[in-house]
Structures are given as structure tokens and as C-alpha cells.
């Protein structure tokens, strides 16, 4: 059984349109999050602690709105930034920019305790996500390009796979009842995921991408096991 680190039983509805029904079950596992400038770092550290608490296989996935013009603000801090801030601020201060150009992101993390490599992406590309999810060994193959807190959290061996979605958009002014979160001020295809009915913001969302991506690799390392 695989268990989806989440309190949103929506996410495992999700995760098991993808995979096979039945298969997944929600995890509520309050992980300590460390602090880093990219989601790969903090899924993989929710993934290695979710896995020794759980003791079984486990995926965790850490998600922002990146905005272009803004150098990617909020991203892995945009939990933070709606709870201080507000989607509406946000969207304001997107409205002073030329550019609104915006992207949902979506790290899933997957841990079973088994070998595999880190990463999708090498090593050698200094990839920091992939660096942090590697461990202590591999991460410190990359001297200085890892963010100091991860690799201070980066002290268990255990492999973590990563996946990543992304989905393209643009920041709007408010729109729609439905989603959650940044759903109602970003905008991609002419409809902001807040209008969007569940099938159709599944099927073109970031999380979606990403647990494509997992499904693929998954369905392969299961029938390898």
C-alpha cells in the first residue's frame, strides 16, 4: 500500500486516478519542514521522515506558484505568503507588473526504503534538488551548491525519487468558486483553476503532471519488486 502524506483526501482521489483504486491510502504525518529556495530539498526531507515514521512505502509532494517577474516569489514559501498575505494581494501586486507570467509547480517525493537513483535528473547537471534528495554521499559531490539547510537535513542515506509537473499561466484578478489556495487568481487556457470543474483542473494541473510522470515509473518498480 502507498501512503500519500497529505490531510486533503482530495489528493489521494487524485493519485488514484493515476494508479490503481484501492492502492492508495492518506497518511496525516505532520513532517517538520526544513527552509530552501526549491521544493525538491523539502519533499525529499518530508519523504526520508515520513518513511521512518511510516515504515512503508510513502509520497509527499510540495507544491508553489512561481511568479516570472517576481524571480519566482512566493514559490516554496506560498503556504506562508496566503496565510499572511492573501491570494488577493498577491494578485494585486502582479497587477503593477508588465508581466503576470506565472507557473504552478509540483514536486512529488516517493521513499520505500529501496535503491534507485535519486533523482530523474544527474547528479552532475548540479541540480540542488536532486543533490539534497540524494543524501549525504551524492549531495556532497556538489561542494557549495546545495542550500545550507538542506544539506544540514540531508543526513539520511535513504534514496528519494522525484518527479516533477509544472503547468503555465498567468496571474488574474480573482475568478471562479471553485479550487483552493492561488486557484482563483491564476489563469491558464482562459480559465483560472478556480473555474475550472475537478476533471478538467486534474487533468491540467501540476500535481496531475507530476503523478503521470510517478505513475509510470511506479507501475514499472512494482512489477520489478
Known amino acids: 500500500m502507498l501512503?500519500?502524506?497529505?490531510?486533503?483526501?482530495g489528493k489521494v482521489r487524485e493519485a488514484e486516478s493515476y494508479l490503481a483504486e484501492g492502492s492508495v491510502s492518506q497518511l496525516d504525518f505532520d513532517y517538520p519542514e526544513i527552509q530552501?529556495?526549491?521544493?525538491?530539498p523539502i519533499a525529499a526531507q518530508g519523504a526520508r521522515e515520513a518513511f521512518r515514521y511510516a515504515g512503508?512505502?510513502?509520497?509527499?509532494?510540495?507544491?508553489?506558484?512561481?511568479?516570472?517577474?517576481?524571480?519566482?516569489?512566493?514559490g516554496p514559501y506560498s503556504a506562508f505568503v496566503e496565510d499572511t498575505l492573501g491570494i488577493e494581494r498577491v494578485a494585486e501586486l502582479a497587477d503593477t507588473l508588465s508581466d503576470t507570467r506565472a507557473a504552478f509547480r509540483c514536486t512529488l517525493a516517493y521513499c520505500?526504503?529501496?535503491?534507485?537513483?535519486?533523482?530523474?535528473d544527474p547528479i552532475d547537471r548540479n541540480d540542488r534538488?536532486?543533490?539534497?534528495?540524494?543524501?549525504?554521499d551524492e549531495a556532497s559531490a556538489i561542494e557549495g551548491d546545495t542550500p545550507p539547510d538542506a544539506a544540514d537535513h540531508a543526513?539520511?542515506?535513504?534514496?528519494?525519487?522525484?518527479?516533477?509537473?509544472?503547468?503555465?499561466?498567468r496571474i488574474v484578478e480573482p475568478r471562479g468558486d471553485g479550487g483552493f489556495g492561488?486557484?482563483?487568481?491564476f489563469e491558464h487556457g482562459g480559465e483560472t483553476f478556480a473555474e475550472m470543474d475537478t476533471e478538467r483542473k486534474n487533468a491540467v494541473s501540476h500535481r496531475g503532471r507530476a503523478l503521470e510522470k510517478f505513475a509510470e515509473w511506479y507501475a514499472d518498480r512494482e512489477v520489478s519488486a
Do not use: C, Q
Open 36 to 40: 530552501a529556495d526549491e521544493l525538491g
Open 155 to 169: 543526513t539520511d542515506p535513504v534514496p528519494v525519487k522525484l518527479f516533477e509537473g509544472y503547468v503555465p499561466g
Open 3 to 9: 501512503r500519500y502524506v497529505t490531510t486533503n483526501e
Open 56 to 74: 512503508e512505502p510513502v509520497l509527499v509532494d510540495d507544491a508553489g506558484l512561481f511568479i516570472d517577474a517576481l524571480d519566482g516569489f512566493p
Open 112 to 120: 520505500d526504503g529501496g535503491e534507485f537513483a535519486a533523482s530523474p
Open 129 to 136: 534538488g536532486a543533490a539534497a534528495a540524494a543524501g549525504p
Open 182 to 185: 492561488y486557484d482563483p487568481i
